[in-house]
């Protein structure tokens, strides 16, 4: 049984550095792969992204890539690993690098598949009301979340669950799972499970506009439209006064007995307020 296991991270957000640094206290890492750095648009400097932060912050070789190329897969190979790791990463590893490890390719995905495949299971989970939800570890094959089930873990989502706080939950379930997962493996004891193709459900990228909320519209709908959207692509309405429309971001807002109550809002080109300052300049 291989002790320290050569295993490649593949990861770009804050909910990734979750899962790399469970990966690392308990196997170590080879290496890690996430984004270049990004470039601020007023200052022109470069912006850390936290899974880079994390990879020099630990000596961890880094591969920093916007595509997996030829000369990419390559330098991966170089590290002769014996598993990939991806966890919120983004892009989908081409059939030439899932063959590369030498045990397997393991996905962490937020979500109890066959349901919710697809790049945004966890604002899925809260759109549609849903009570449980949780998290699968799965064997990476050419199909998008297809892959044979190694763990799952449910999770019992909170009243006022928000997709930070579902991501955020369900990361630390999955770096738990990962490294029982890679475990089972270095011991000859994984058991791969076939997903049930009639039950696959599938989700979408989502675009700004999928924010757009309507106040007189059904108030739980809109509660789980703020809690799913708050971080990305947020939550909006339109209002028209004087012959012009104004889009309003909803910073902040409440649910209590079937009641929807907006309390911060961000009006078109106006700094952040309070809802009734706002509804009072539409007077």
């Known amino acids: 049984m291989i002790k320290n296991p050569r295993i490649i991270f593949f990861g770009n957000s804050k909910y990734s550095v979750i899962d790399a640094e469970a990966l690392r206290k308990h196997f170590g890492l080879s290496a890690i792969v996430t984004l270049p750095d990004s470039i601020n648009r007023q200052t022109k400097k470069p912006v850390q992204g936290p899974v880079n932060a994390f990879a020099r912050a630990h000596h961890i070789p880094l591969v920093e890539a916007e595509k997996l190329t030829?000369?990419?897969?390559?330098?991966?190979?170089?590290?002769?690993?014996?598993?990939?790791?991806?966890?919120?990463?983004?892009?989908?590893?081409?059939?030439?690098?899932?063959?590369?490890?030498?045990?397997?390719?393991?996905?962490?995905?937020?979500?109890?598949?066959?349901?919710?495949?697809?790049?945004a299971p966890a604002p899925a989970a809260i759109l549609n009301g849903d009570k449980v939800s949780g998290v699968s570890v799965i064997l990476m094959t050419p199909g998008v979340d297809e892959g044979d089930i190694l763990a799952q873990i449910p999770y019992e989502?909170?009243?006022?669950?928000?997709?930070?706080?579902?991501?955020?939950?369900?990361?630390?379930?999955?770096?738990?799972?990962?490294?029982?997962?890679?475990?089972?493996?270095?011991?000859?004891?994984?058991?791969?499970?076939?997903?049930?193709?009639?039950?696959?459900?599938?989700?979408?990228?989502?675009?700004?506009?999928?924010?757009?909320?309507?106040?007189?519209?059904?108030?739980?709908?809109?509660?789980?439209?703020?809690?799913?959207?708050?971080?990305w692509p947020g939550t909006f309405f339109v209002v028209k006064h004087r012959g012009k429309e104004t889009r309003v971001k909803i910073k902040k807002a409440a649910f209590q007995n079937g009641v929807l109550t907006i309390q911060r809002v961000v009006p078109e080109n106006k700094k952040e307020m309070s809802y009734e300052d706002f509804l009072r300049g539409l007077s």
């Open 70 to 119: 030829p000369d990419i897969i390559e330098k991966i190979k170089s590290f002769s690993p014996d598993f990939l790791v991806v966890a919120d990463y983004g892009l989908i590893l081409p059939k030439s690098l899932l063959s590369v490890p030498l045990y397997a390719p393991l996905n962490i995905h937020h979500s109890l598949l066959p349901k919710y495949r697809g790049p």
């Open 157 to 231: 989502l909170k009243p006022d669950e928000t997709t930070d706080s579902l991501l955020t939950e369900l990361n630390k379930l999955g770096a738990q799972a990962v490294v029982e997962v890679i475990e089972k493996y270095l011991e000859g004891t994984a058991q791969p499970k076939k997903q049930n193709e009639k039950q696959a459900t599938v989700t979408k990228y989502m675009s700004r506009n999928d924010g757009l909320i309507d106040l007189s519209g059904n108030p739980e709908i809109n509660w789980r439209k703020i809690r799913a959207f708050g971080t």
